[in-house]
């Protein structure tokens, strides 16, 4: 939570307790234990709250996913406007549980005017397939969120019962990051921006002030600096020099000027000797480009959310939402016009065309598995 101002603090005699503060033992804390499935309360119950990270769900996502809910954070899909946004398939979802798709009134679901945001770490997958134990939705009247095995209740385990109104975001739900809107909405939910009130940090493309240094900026993933006005440099979620030798390509990231003609872009990450290994880390290259097309993605790693590996397309007007996610056997031929904004990971979109109206569109990489290569073909028009 470090661009939030919310602290968690360990009880070290008790290594399950997490307090939300900084000073001694909370009366109000959250236990994390291994029970069955992954679960947790929606918002503050008061006293020894519980949440648990059962067999298969002891991965960074997961666990984001549920402190959100113990923080307060419904699922985004259940949004009082998703019906806008995404279509719930109720004819494939199994007799009895239809009820775990209703969606929250608008008095229970405030969500401050932030727009719906389909790579939200608080978002489902489009199907049951996913690489990890994924959500439920099980809602109990104590307000108990349970995340299960199979979370999407299908009848048809092949059809997907979450269906985004824009198609191009379907590898975008279950993403495996937390999205700058999810960490907007928690600085709002806390009263985080209430720290730097009056301070007039000039943020560029939709950062706002770190509420714990208020001369820099939150920035949206693919924007850096100080007031996010550039292009992130690196991103290495470890920091090893082995690591870096290893998965880092070599010019990992830059800023590209387009022309009349297609020019190609080919990113390598990964590491082909390594084989068919998960690492709980991701490296990313972040690049600039104006306008391109999608060539070709290794094949290998197709999953709900692009959670192993991918490539984000931030073409949105709005450069806070996470983009289109892609891998796997892309021919994908896109024009970039910034009405689009997606993740990619599989051939199952190639050919899509994207526009964009601005004049930089951010483009980034990212791997945790195996190797993948990206080519892509840039231009403006």
Not at 265 to 271: I, Y
Not at 280 to 289: A, G, L, P, S
């Amino acid at each position: 939570m470090d661009s939030t101002c919310v602290d968690f603090k360990e009880n070290k005699s008790d290594q399950r307790m997490i307090h939300l503060n900084s000073r001694g033992l909370a009366e109000d804390r959250i236990g994390v234990f291994m029970e069955n499935g992954c679960w947790s309360s929606v918002g503050k119950r008061g006293g020894l709250q519980k949440l648990s990270l059962g067999r298969g769900c002891e991965h960074v996502r997961i666990a984001a996913h549920e402190i959100g809910h113990a923080l307060g954070f419904f699922h985004t899909h259940s949004r009082h406007d998703r019906d806008d946004y995404i279509t719930v398939d109720i004819e494939n979802i199994e007799p009895g549980e239809t009820s775990q798709f209703k969606t929250k009134s608008k008095t229970d679901n405030n969500n401050y005017g932030i727009p719906y945001d389909y790579g939200s770490v608080m978002h489902y997958e489009a199907t049951r397939y996913s690489i990890y134990l994924a959500c439920t939705a099980y809602i109990i009247n104590t307000g108990l969120v349970n995340e299960l095995e199979v979370f999407s209740f299908a009848v048809d385990d092949e059809r997907p019962t979450l269906v985004p109104k824009d198609l191009n975001y379907t590898e975008t739900l279950g993403s495996p990051f937390i999205s700058f809107y999810d960490i907007l909405m928690m600085n709002i939910q806390y009263n985080c921006l209430d720290r730097c009130e009056g301070i007039n940090t000039q943020c560029r493309n939709g950062g706002f002030a770190h509420p714990r240094a208020c001369y820099k900026c939150v920035c949206p993933h693919g924007y850096g600096g100080k007031l996010c006005g550039r292009r992130v440099n690196v991103f290495f979620s470890l920091n090893s020099q082995i690591f870096r030798k290893i998965f880092q390509p070599k010019g990992c990231g830059e800023r590209l000027k387009a022309s009349e003609d297609w020019t190609t872009l080919v990113d390598d990450l990964g590491d082909k000797e390594a084989g068919h290994v998960y690492r709980e880390d991701f490296v990313k290259c972040h690049y600039w480009i104006t306008v391109l097309k999608f060539v070709d993605f290794t094949k290998g790693a197709d999953t709900d959310g692009c959670q192993l590996a991918g490539v984000e397309i931030k073409t949105k007007k709005d450069p806070g939402l996470t983009g289109y996610s892609r891998l796997e056997t892309l021919i994908i031929k896109t024009i970039l016009t910034y009405n689009l904004c997606s993740r990619f990971c599989s051939d199952k979109f190639a050919n899509t065309t994207l526009t964009s109206t601005r004049n930089v569109v951010p483009i980034i990489t990212y791997n945790r598995y195996s190797y993948t290569k990206t080519k892509l073909e840039y231009r403006y028009i």
